[in-house]
């Protein structure tokens, strides 16, 4: 079949024909329609997570899929042949025609969207999800800055926030100032302009997304107590128990952090680090949200299928980009 491989790290995203997937007892076949476009495919491409995530190579990209079912493993009992999904599975691979997928990875997409919109949401809703509602735990009337509202990942955050009940501050170019406000934000602060630490303070959560010194000035807005979360880094202790790494990387990972952790003890407030986990029961939960209204998908660009090569390229970090394979008829390619 089809698909888009990296060979080595730094190395080009070039198609080639690769084995179809092999499918375990739990997994599930699916003919892909649409995968979403991530940041995290240029950064496993150019090698930056080497030392924690050890992937094969040569390796297919791509961490969201929406598409069909084709079949299913002997102890696949959730879903059917014909079954629309959508998942960021476990076992990345998305940029194919056909991916197997754990069974505890996927859920029905949701009927009110299209593929391509699906397509958009797996990991940027599962960060924003497992940021929020397990991490921070979001309760109505407090208080979230959420950076970069017009990425991807602020999009979707900036909605479930507001869904929970809180009061959202983002930074935003001016430019996307009226449609972050139109997503649900309550405060706008113009990045290029303006300070958000100087204009911020007392806020209970921050979910941070850049790292470097705007995580540092993040911990300065927030009240005694309260928590920062980032997903740009750097990695604590905490997740190098979670990821099971070495003795070696995981005194690595302290070492990496313990500056903004000793900043952030320093202000009576915490830091920790998230790393998105796939997780078919959340995406059910986000279905029922998109259905429900209450959050909608944000697509920048839609390519073919045999643009993935381009549109890697040109990736940039606001909204989403979505490659299909669908045709103009809506059939599967």
Do not use: C
């Not at 929406?66 to 696949?76: K, L, N, P, R």
Request: charged share 25%; hydrophobic share 45%.
């Amino acid at each position: 079949m089809r698909a888009f491989v990296v060979s080595k790290y730094q190395g080009p995203v070039q198609e080639a024909e690769v084995p179809e997937p092999v499918v375990g007892e739990r997994d599930v076949l699916v003919e892909v329609r649409a995968a979403g476009l991530n940041v995290l495919d240029e950064k496993i491409r150019a090698g930056e997570f080497r030392q924690i995530l050890r992937y094969e190579l040569p390796l297919i990209l791509g961490h969201d899929v929406a598409g069909t079912v084709i079949s299913t493993g002997t102890q696949v009992h959730a879903f059917a042949p014909g079954d629309e999904v959508y998942a960021r599975p476990s076992r990345i691979g998305t940029f194919a025609e056909r991916i197997a997928v754990a069974e505890d990875d996927l859920a029905l997409k949701p009927a009110s969207i299209s593929f391509e919109e699906a397509a958009s949401l797996p990991l940027v809703g599962l960060t924003a999800w497992q940021a929020l509602v397990e991490r921070a735990d979001l309760q109505p009337g407090q208080r979230v800055l959420i950076h970069a509202g017009a990425g991807g990942v602020g999009t979707i955050a900036i909605q479930l926030a507001k869904h929970l009940g809180a009061t959202v501050a983002t930074t935003a170019d001016a430019g996307d100032a009226d449609f972050v406000r139109e997503l649900g934000a309550d405060h706008v602060i113009d990045y290029r302009s303006q300070d958000f630490e100087q204009l911020l303070t007392g806020y209970d959560v921050v979910l941070d997304s850049l790292g470097g010194e705007n995580l540092a000035k993040s911990l300065r807005v927030l009240r005694p107590g309260g928590k920062a979360i980032g997903i740009a880094g750097p990695p604590d202790p905490a997740f190098g128990r979670e990821l099971g790494a070495s003795p070696v990387l995981r005194l690595a990972m302290t070492a990496l952090s313990s500056s903004i952790r000793r900043q952030a003890r320093h202000r009576g407030v915490t830091y920790e680090f998230l790393f998105m986990r796939a997780s078919g029961e959340q995406l059910r939960q986000i279905t029922t949200l998109v259905d429900q209204g209450a959050m909608r998908p944000v697509v920048r660009r839609v390519v073919g299928f045999d643009q993935t090569v381009e549109a890697l390229q040109s990736l940039g970090k606001e909204g989403k980009t979505v490659i299909t394979r669908t045709t103009e008829t809506g059939e599967a390619a």
